[in-house]
């Protein structure tokens, strides 16, 4: 189960890296019209960046294997194969947000020249599926990675940055885009669609 796990959570790593990749080329060659990168954003980008290679130093060596989880085999596969099957809903996640919000996508907050405020797609139900994708996968990789360290690491990069970064994305949407966005507010939630609408 260890090493398939490992290879599998590679794989998910690398469906990512392909679905931003061009949406990373064309979003340098974009004007910005506003950047609120601070301190603060870029601490949280940091630790997200050290809990990936802390989780690579567990899919490429077997100096963490002390912390594994130390389950009956069975429970080990039955929990394995839901990490797994959550990692594949993220990555349709996460796929989907991409396509939708197009040129408009950005690794941290900022404006372009050429903004346009999305709700249609699947930001019509939630104003943040690519952070609801990473919830998902975080789950994911706690099942998938059975290993104390190298499971938890997810949760432990995205955490601080949903709480610290959601508030002030949706401020500098609304000061860019001011009713529009308060309405596009009202008839969504951040991760979970609105039931009543
Ligand atoms: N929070 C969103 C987008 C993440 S990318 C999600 O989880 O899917 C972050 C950038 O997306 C921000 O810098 C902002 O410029 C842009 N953005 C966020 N919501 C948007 C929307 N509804 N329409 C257009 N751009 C948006």
Redesign the pocket.
Known sequence: MKRPSKVLYLVAILAEIVIRAPYNRQRKQQEMRDQRVSGLERGLLGLLFGTFLISMVYVFSSRLDRADYRWPEQTKQRVGGLGAVLMGIAIWIFWR?HRD?GQ???P????AER?????RGI?QYI??????SQWVWSVGQMLLLQNWIAGPLGLLGFVPMYFLR?PR?EQ??LEHFGDEYRD?MAQTGRIFPRLRR
């Open positions: 947000a919000l408009n996508w950005s941290t907050l900022e404006i903004q346009t405020l999305v709700t930001y104003r943040h599926p690519m952070y609801a959601v994305e500098m949407m596009y």
